[in-house]
DNA sequence: GATGAATGAGCTTTCATTCAT
DNA sequence: GATGAATGAAAGCTCATTCAT
């Protein structure tokens, strides 16, 4: 069996995934994981301490993630597109982890909420980067600011949360595919619109 | 000065938009709508009711304009490209409101949320007859399911309570233009991909 | 009955005086008063908000009443045997009270603590100043700080609640009478001492 | 470096002086004193042994410094006044544990409290008996019971804690001159007395 | 219509102590 | 001798809701 703090990690991230953090008590999350609350107080600060674990874990995994795949040898293009399908494709097969990371920022206590924010910019700012690159390449539509576009798409991954279906119809991939392209073709550049 | 419900309507939109419904105590909302508990309790049933009431006021009136719109004479390129500036501008208009319809969702009694649910089901279906009408019609891409495309319209929507600043440089109807643009440019027929 | 506040108060009072604030559970208190702990906090803001509550009454009491007899007509060293009585007599009166007054100023919250210090202190100079003009009219010594006098008096005052029995041989009159010459005695101005 | 139960009866003297015995934790007090729980229990009972063991030290000095004091060959004025003094100034040369054992004894257990019952009492007994022996030979007033001054004493004594200033501009010397002045000051005879 | 006192169940957190290693 | 993970009981406090007035 799984390290305690390794179960309460676990049994928080399903809980407030599916409840939302300010619906679950310490008491579900411990007995879900079998230990006492003490034993969750003798390996994290407070419950939002636990939220910061589970946030941070998906974050710096999806910031890896792209700054490899943003500094490859393939065309930007290439590149903007395999980043999108990635961060689709790791939120899906990390649902319910990225469930709580779409929507509990608010629910840091001050000063990590702060960490978190330069961590999520951070991030924002490298996937910016690659559109702006392409823009700049004048493969990219430039008439749309990329900050915009960066929202805009996010927005879309941080949905998924709330629509897409584990076990549904769709798998990870194709997802990650559709947006992709629909991300791709909505910066074509643009010649005689409207 | 405006009704007792509609001040409280008003308090709880605001706090809720800034704090969430979980962390608002009602004792707050009357305390800023300038009423006591008591007449809080006079006028609605519980606490989500009073979200219910947010709730549904944005949703009707989005839901109305869509008909309106998706009924109207024009292209249908243009009618969903009405349709998505719409959606972009009423939400900022009436922020607040728009970002406790935005998160809100699962507080709601159950029997409330199966309305709602219902509600939005049948906004979503507008919206993406539309975009099956244009793919009917040619002129919108058909390998990409409307369902998803309506999705990853919508998460962008949603998204705007996490980033847009209303005093900000972009007005409701540019970010609404650019929204509307990049959605309508992904959904441009594919010629000669990759 | 008394109000429920009063008898909040009351309990807190003979609780506070018998264990010491830290050894009381607010769960004992509302129970002895015959509440709920909802009851408690609907009046009072916190534990210690109740604590300082029972503080304030009996200093409040003494000072004014410390105020009077020093401004009286009489000479000084009556009016400063009056004043040493007086404290005295009030605190046993007072008995439960004055217990919690004399131990309990580091509980306060920090706010709370030098709002109650600088009462304190007034009653301190007050009495202190009883003391200087004494010696200024030459009839005390001089050869003590009235300061530390004041200290060596009040901490035989506050001992009080170490080892004065309520039901027992003597009254609060005889150990105010007591006290009192003591503290005159041991300032009458020495002549010839060692 | 010093032994480790040493070094946790330095810690937790420090702490239950600053902070009061329930508000320091165990872990504070092994924190500071560089060793683990398990080595604090290793040593100690439990956390009311530690306050025990401080408790007993400083009484079981001044007491056998007072034996010594009172068996003297001085005359029963001249004893006093040293017993006074020095009492004063071993209470200010150790002042965490004289601040400790002022306000402690309450935190004992009910086993430990009734041995350090009858160790103060004897302590207070052989403190009065000084009082009678003067009173005896006529050299100090006995319309005072002697019980009530040594009450009266330890008072001033006890209240140190709450004022005495450790680097200000009185010394324990001082101080305690002072107090022992003060003291035989109020038991001298009276003879004309208003 | 409206008040606000009161409830009661629930919350997160603390902490002295134990015990397998 | 010494560790530190784990316990379990209790703590202070919050809050949506009710109800006599």
């Known amino acids: 069996m799984a390290s305690v703090p390794e179960r309460l990690v676990e049994a928080a991230t399903r809980l407030f995934a599916a409840k939302g953090y300010d619906r679950v ?3 579900e999350i ?10 969750m107080y003798h390996y994290f600060g407070s419950k939002d301490d636990l939220l910061n674990e589970i946030y941070g874990r ?3 995994m999806q910031t ?3 700054e490899q795949i943003a500094a490859g040898p393939a065309p930007v293009v290439e590149r903007l597109h395999a980043a999108a399908l990635d961060v689709v494709v790791t939120s899906v097969d990390n649902f319910d982890q990225a469930r ?4 509990s920022a608010e629910h840091l206590a001050e000063d990590k909420r702060r960490e978190m924010r ?10 910016r980067a ?3 690159e392409g823009q700049a390449a004048g493969v990219l539509r430039a008439d749309v600011p990329a900050d915009l576009t960066v929202h805009y798409f996010f927005g879309s991954v941080h949905h998924l949360g709330q629509w897409y279906n584990v076990g549904g119809p769709l798998t990870a991939k194709q ?9 791709l073709a909505s910066l074509r550049p643009v010649e005689e619109e409207r």
């Open 58 to 60: 998906l974050l710096r």
């Open 30 to 39: 411990v007995d879900l994981a079998g230990v006492t609350k003490g034993a």
């Open 118 to 127: 330069v961590a999520r910019r951070r991030y924002h700012e490298r996937f």
């Open 130 to 132: 690659l559109v702006e």
């Open 175 to 183: 997802v990650g595919r559709h947006f992709a392209d629909l991300l």
């Open 64 to 66: 890896e993630r792209l």
């Open 25 to 27: 008590a310490v008491q």
């Open 100 to 103: 709580v990371y779409f929507r």
